[in-house]
């Protein structure tokens, strides 16, 4: 049974940083896409950062290039997210997710096929 577990969300105040981690069991995705998506109350789920191909590759949306560095630990078969000059406006549940194969970047959430539960995040001003 696969699954995919999230954590490392706080409530912290804006400028901080945050490490989230998605450690995956059940199987391996050294090679597939995984990412974190966020959802704040009332919206729509949101991409944040896909990674694939063992790490090599990387995609952030815009909202977040700059602060935020996905990557991954294929030996733990765990994602990182590092979130740093966290803002007010990043205040979401953040979840992880993975597809069953190399699917290249992934920014809908239809392209993935496993989801972790989420971990929230506050950021304060």
């Known amino acids: 049974q696969v699954q995919l577990v999230a954590s490392g969300g706080g409530l912290l105040q804006a400028g901080g940083s945050l490490r989230l981690s998605c450690a995956a069991s059940g199987r391996t995705f050294t090679s597939s896409t995984m990412g974190w998506f966020r959802q704040a109350p009332g919206k729509a789920r949101e991409f944040v950062a896909a990674?694939?191909?063992?790490?090599?590759?990387?995609y952030y949306a815009d909202s977040v290039k700059g602060r935020f560095t996905l990557y991954r630990d294929n030996a733990k078969n765990t994602v990182y997210l590092q979130m740093n000059s966290l803002k007010p406006e990043d205040t979401a549940v953040y979840y992880c997710a993975a597809a069953a194969d190399p699917r290249g970047v992934q920014a809908d959430p239809s392209g993935y096929d496993y989801w972790g539960q989420g971990t929230q995040v506050t950021v304060s001003s």
């Open positions: 990674i694939w191909w063992r790490g090599a590759s990387t």
